[in-house]
């Protein structure tokens, strides 16, 4: 299955205004690209790339005065199946993790685990470890967590989404990831495209997704708690620990968003 994917971000800078984007797809899915994701922008400056710390690609450039719009689109191939499940994957003690896994251990900027240390042990420490653990953590996040766009708001911890009940996908993703590191679970906040592919109609607007993934059995795996449940069409653009890493625009001065759509359709 081909999905076109892509996006058209407008900006009004009132004065040169520095910008990191990253709107790549991951490296770890470059391959399946069947039409470049080049990163348009107008009016025309330039643009340097570089790899952060996580290994993501991060396009930097000095936006002008004015409008500035960033645009892509693009084509990669997929699979078609939904969201691979690993029901026997095993849990690893501390003492055996690879050292690359120990970051995602930590507490960060939303992720605040340490907040949520006593609490996570009293609502999973009965559980399974492995996957069953994590699945009991996604299982209460999706139904504690009430979803709705007018709930975002950007400076919410994982601590403060449990205690507000609401949020975005990104809520979902940040208090599901503080409540496996507070259970020594490795977890990392991923973002990028999802499609409405399977699921009932009428769809909404177009959007960026955010999930996790938890170290078990040796390897990564997905976990989606605000959708809870296999997915088709998920396209992944960045890793880090929480959204604060893989912000898809940062921006270095005062700014207006004037327009946003993003897509991930069957092509």
């Given at each position: ?24 797809v991951h ?76 970051v995602f ?38 139904n504690h ?123």
């Amino acid at each position: 299955m081909n999905l076109s994917i892509g996006y058209e971000l407008q900006y009004d800078f009132p004065q040169p205004t520095p910008l990191i984007a990253m709107l790549n797809v991951h490296f770890s899915r470059v391959s399946d690209l069947a039409r470049p994701d080049n990163m348009i922008v107008s009016p025309s400056v330039p643009v340097s790339g570089y790899r952060d710390g996580f290994g993501n690609w991060c396009s930097r450039l000095l936006a002008p005065a004015g409008r500035m719009t960033i645009s892509c689109d693009a084509v990669i191939r997929d699979s078609g199946l939904p969201d691979p499940v690993a029901r026997g994957a095993h849990q690893h003690a501390v003492e055996d993790l690879p050292e690359e896994t120990l970051v995602f251990l930590l507490a960060s900027r939303f992720c605040d685990s340490d907040r949520l240390l006593d609490l996570a042990w009293s609502l999973f420490g009965e559980t399974e470890p492995g996957w069953a653990r994590v699945q009991a953590v996604c299982d209460f996040v999706h139904n504690h967590i009430a979803f709705g766009y007018e709930h975002a708001r950007v400076t919410r911890s994982a601590f403060e989404a449990y205690d507000d009940r609401r949020g975005v996908c990104r809520d979902y993703a940040h208090l599901a990831v503080a409540f496996c590191r507070a259970l020594n679970i490795p977890a990392r906040y991923c973002t990028g495209y999802l499609s409405d592919l399977g699921t009932p109609r009428p769809h909404p607007p177009g959007d960026f997704a955010a999930w996790f993934e938890a170290y078990l059995g040796g390897e990564w795996h997905m976990f989606d708690p605000r959708n809870n449940e296999p997915r088709l069409g998920r396209v992944l653009l960045a890793q880090g620990r929480d959204a604060a890493d893989v912000a898809i625009t940062t921006t270095f001065g005062v700014n207006t968003l004037a327009g946003f759509k993003v897509w991930t359709d069957e092509a």
